[in-house]
């Protein structure tokens, strides 16, 4: 799978939009970008995914570069309850040791008032 | 309410008592994991089940069991419990294919043995 590299940590105000950059330049072409957070001590929560094209959702906004190399997760109007820790994650369906996710040490993101 | 629910939510238990700590899910999803998380070493999967009756090794699988006798029950036991295995535990399920990375966590399990 391909290595991820994210910021250690950002801030945002509340209100405005938070945009978390994610850097895959080795994802191969089966390769899909997903995204998840947790919450201090919770269970991680699936936010999107995607492979090539921009997704949205109700909760936040993926935007991949044309050469797939890196993405952005946006969310539009953080609030307090999105302080958490991101995680980017490139995984193929499919493929060895299926299903399993990899969390690596993803961005703080603290949301200020 | 789709959700992943786990038993108990918090537990006190010693050394070698037997202990079982129950995953369910209402998604009738087909795949079903278990994951430990401990300080600085984030999450580790413990086992996986992509279907009923179809369990394997994750990373780290010393110590536990499991079994997967319904689509919508996964347990994690603990024949024998050890200090070490004081953890954060995660249940998680998600679709097969396609749909095996997004994935929905339960609430965790706090587990201390002492």
């Known amino acids: 799978d391909a290595k991820t590299t994210q910021p250690t940590s950002m801030d945002c105000a509340e209100g405005r939009a938070a945009n978390l950059p994610c850097n895959h330049s080795?994802?191969?072409?089966?390769?899909?970008v997903y995204w998840y957070r947790q919450i201090h001590s919770q269970g991680p929560q699936y936010i999107i995914h995607g492979l090539k094209n921009n997704e949205t959702n109700e909760m936040a906004s993926l935007i991949i570069t044309e050469d797939r190399k890196s993405s952005t997760l946006i969310l539009p109007h953080a609030t307090l309850r999105d302080t958490a820790v991101y995680y980017c994650?490139?995984?193929?369906?499919?493929?060895?040791?299926?299903?399993?996710?990899?969390f690596g040490q993803g961005t703080i993101l603290t949301v200020h008032p | 309410e789709a959700q992943v629910t786990q038993n108990p939510r918090y537990l006190i238990t010693v050394t070698g008592k037997k202990l079982t700590v129950t995953c369910s899910q209402n998604m009738n999803h087909e795949y079903m994991s278990w994951y430990r998380q401990d300080p600085g070493l984030g999450l580790r999967q413990i086992y996986y089940?992509?279907?009923?009756?179809?369990?394997d090794k994750g990373d780290v699988p010393e110590g536990y069991k499991v079994s997967r006798k319904e689509k919508r029950n996964f347990p994690l036991i603990l024949e024998s419990p050890s200090p070490n295995q004081t953890s954060l535990y995660f249940c998680?399920?998600?679709?097969?294919?396609?749909?095996?990375?997004?994935?929905?966590f339960g609430p965790g399990t706090r587990l201390t043995v002492t």
């Open positions: 080795t994802i191969s072409g089966n390769e899909y």
């Open positions: 998680a399920s998600g679709l097969g294919t396609s749909g095996a990375y997004e994935q929905y």
């Open positions: 994650i490139v995984r193929a369906a499919g493929g060895t040791s299926y299903g399993k996710l990899t």
């Open positions: 089940s992509m279907n009923v009756e179809v369990t």
